[in-house]
């Protein structure tokens, strides 16, 4: 496996906190300049030129392998962008904040995606849909999964209902998640193995999802918890993957060793955000995978991780160069 360092200095990570900001306050200072330029029928800034106004750029940095897979360092929530030479695959789309979606549009245009073929949203919660509704008024989606909820357990958040209305006034279709079924979309095959019963716990409502490049594999699972892993497990769903994105930002709840066991991948990704309030990752998580040889990136120490592969190896490149 073939590993790449970029961007390592500490002042890097400094500069880009300091961009988000920027970020953050230009968009506020924009709101107003967007309203009015609304009723006066002017032309408005968009994401990229939020962006490009501050001179911020994220660099969107690719292997040289034709399948990657970005997990973007978007805070503490979760954000996968999946790029291959015939499609786009976003999973996910962190908080609802402007630099947020800012970053997510930046990288796509990088990466010359002006269509997503498919959007997975895992679920309901903040952290993973924020984003996603102002995504996708910019990059349209060929096709959106989300978990199918009962009416007893549907939000009534504004996030939720935001992206709800977006889906429908962009007309895109909407497909449940249905365990076992599978889509072959820009080149890789994605097949849904959860959510497989209701749950009050909307963490285990979770969307997980495995995608295949040739002899290569991915295993995506938002936050699914220990229940959810359980359940996956008693399905004899195939499980293994290389490369795991650990559920639920690397807390004590999700990873089992049971199910680490059988997924025996070669790397993880722990999404979280830096100096996080809920202690994400947690050391029991953490010292399982360094007990089953599994080595692990962070977002919140690594910054924007890009694992890609050719079908059969794997090649990795973290924005910072600190070691997990």
């Excluded at 903040?126 to 549907?154: F, W, Y």
């Excluded at 939000?155 to 279709?173: A, F, Q, S």
Aim: negative net charge.
């Amino acid at each position: 496996m073939k590993r790449k360092r970029r961007l390592s200095a500490k002042k890097r990570r400094a500069l880009s906190r300091c961009a988000v900001w920027l970020i953050a306050a230009v968009s506020v200072a924009l709101s107003g300049v967007i309203t009015y330029g609304d009723q006066l029928g002017l032309d408005t800034p968009n994401w990229e030129q939020i962006k490009a106004s501050v001179g911020a750029q994220d660099q969107a940095n690719l292997t040289g392998l034709p399948v990657n897979v970005l997990y973007l360092d978007i805070g503490q929530g979760d954000c996968e962008l999946i790029h291959t030479p015939e499609g786009a695959i976003l999973i996910d789309a962190g908080e609802n904040l402007p630099e947020n979606a800012a970053k997510i549009i930046s990288f796509a245009r990088q990466l010359e995606i002006d269509r997503f073929d498919c959007v997975i949203a895992t679920h309901p919660h903040s952290d993973h849909i924020g984003s996603m509704a102002d995504v996708l008024e910019e990059i349209p989606a060929d096709r959106i999964i989300m978990p199918q909820l009962p009416e007893a357990l549907t939000p009534t958040t504004r996030v939720y209902e935001n992206l709800l209305d977006t889906i429908d006034r962009l007309d895109i279709p909407l497909l449940p998640a249905v365990p076992g079924e599978q889509y072959e979309v820009a080149g890789v095959t994605l097949e849904i193995l959860a959510p497989l019963t209701e749950d009050e716990n909307l963490n285990n409502m979770s969307v997980v999802v495995r995608m295949r490049y040739r002899d290569a594999s991915y295993l995506f699972e938002g936050d699914a918890e220990s229940g959810s892993e359980r359940e996956i497990l008693d399905s004899g769903a195939p499980l293994h993957a290389d490369i795991l994105k650990a559920g639920h930002h690397g807390s004590r709840t999700s990873s089992t060793k049971d199910y680490l066991l059988a997924v025996r991948p070669k790397i993880a990704v722990i999404s979280c955000g830096e100096g996080n309030s809920y202690g994400h990752p947690h050391q029991q998580t953490l010292d399982k995978l360094e007990s089953l040889g599994i080595q692990y990136f962070r977002t919140d120490v690594n910054g924007t991780v890009t694992i890609g592969t050719d079908g059969k190896t794997y090649e990795v490149i973290t924005e910072h160069d600190e070691a997990a």
